[in-house]
T-cell receptor
Framework: NAGVTQTPKFRVLKTGQSMTLLCAQD?????MYWYRQDPGMGLRLIHY???????AKGEVPDGYNVSRLKKQNFLLGLESAAPSQTSVYFC???????????FGDGTRLSIL | EDQVTQSPEALRLQEGESSSLNCSYT??????LFWYRQDPGKGPEFLFT???AGEEKEKERLKATLTKKESFLHITAPKPEDSATYLC????????FGGGTRLMVKP
């Protein structure tokens, strides 16, 4: 069972470049989430989705966009990367909001 | 606004030395409290869910308890392999995480 798979695992970008982080889950979960984890800040929710074709803003959505065209995939986009977006990004999924979330192993993103 | 505070930030124990980690929370309408374990370079791994005050869950050397304002993760006779960061999170309108407790168990 793959669970939640994130690609890529590492990436270095220059300021102003764009990229898309991919998340795939094979558990037929309805909910999917994108978090960023920074030292001293804990995990913070960027965007989430409650089902195919839906997206919603979390705590820190500025500078990011998301799409959920298929139930199993949730994409996180950075249109114009900034050094403040250097972080570790985690994708997660769950059946419902009050059910445990299953996390991927993260994407480590550095923006120079 | 939902808030979660974990203490201590870091805890060093000798193998076999039992202790507890604290998670204090404020949330409008608790739907669930979750404990996760996170190893370096990995994503959080689910440990327990607690839904109501008085509830307890156990798994090997770990036991989680819940009151109306806080949760404790008790670690009994820890081993070096229990070294990790332990995260607490609560679900109100959305999942809110605490900053975590980094546990180091020395042999």
């Amino acid at each position: 069972n793959a669970g939640v798979t994130q690609t890529p695992k590492f990436r270095v970008l220059k300021t102003g470049q764009s990229m898309t982080l991919l998340c795939a889950q094979d558990m037929n979960h309805e909910y999917m989430y994108w978090y960023r984890q920074d030292p001293g800040m804990g995990l913070r929710l960027i965007h989430y989705s409650v089902g195919e074709g839906t997206t919603a803003k979390g705590e820190v959505p500025d500078g990011y966009n998301v799409s959920r065209l298929k139930k199993q995939n949730f994409l996180l986009g950075l249109e114009s990367a900034a050094p403040s977006q250097t972080s570790v990004y985690f994708c997660a999924s769950s059946y419902y909001l009050n059910q445990p979330q299953h996390f991927g192993d993260g994407t480590r993103l550095s923006i120079l | 606004e939902d808030q979660v505070t974990q203490s201590p930030e870091a805890l060093r124990l000798q193998e076999g030395e039992s202790s507890s980690l604290n998670c204090s929370y404020t949330v409008s309408g608790l739907r669930g409290l979750f404990w996760y374990r996170q190893d370096p370079g990995k994503g959080p791994e689910f440990l327990f869910t607690l839904y109501s005050a008085g509830e307890e869950k156990e798994k090997e050397r770990l036991k989680a308890t819940l009151t109306k304002k806080e949760s404790f993760l008790h670690i009994t006779a820890p081993k070096p392999e229990d070294s990790a960061t332990y995260l607490c999170a609560v679900t109100g309108n959305m999942l809110t995480f605490g900053g975590g407790t980094r546990l180091m168990v020395k042999p």
